[in-house]
């Protein structure tokens, strides 16, 4: 069956380096509904949305080594020039300090069920108006 030339599901990146975690998240996304586009570190991920203008939400990991900068500093300034796409930081071994979060960004520690994965991801698009 073709598909629609218009695709309305609301686009998600995610960012994470480590492949399997990654593989995981997607496919939860996806079974629930989503568009989702991938990045292996923060860099790349700066590079998706300078390209991508209808990503509504962002699912990133803090410590990526790959990249030149963490989630939470990708965070801040995905928040500060991007004020409609919403936020959510994951991690199993960074929990924020005072600042680290940037307004209107969520935390939760890995590892994540999947329905309070598509539950904060539903809240954020509710929330920034995707």
Known sequence: MPK??????PRILVV???AL?????VDVLEDAGFKVIEAVHADEALRVLKAVWDIQAMVTDVEMPRGS???FELARQVRASRRDIGV???SGRAAPKPGDLPEGALFIGKP????????????????DGG
């Open 4 to 9: 629609s030339k218009s695709d309305h599901r």
């Open 21 to 25: 975690v990654r593989m995981t998240l």
């Open 69 to 71: 900068i963490n989630g």
């Open 88 to 90: 959510l930081i994951a």
């Open 112 to 127: 994540v069920h999947p329905e309070t994965l598509v539950r904060l991801i539903g809240t954020l698009l509710t929330v």
């Open 16 to 18: 994470e380096d480590e």
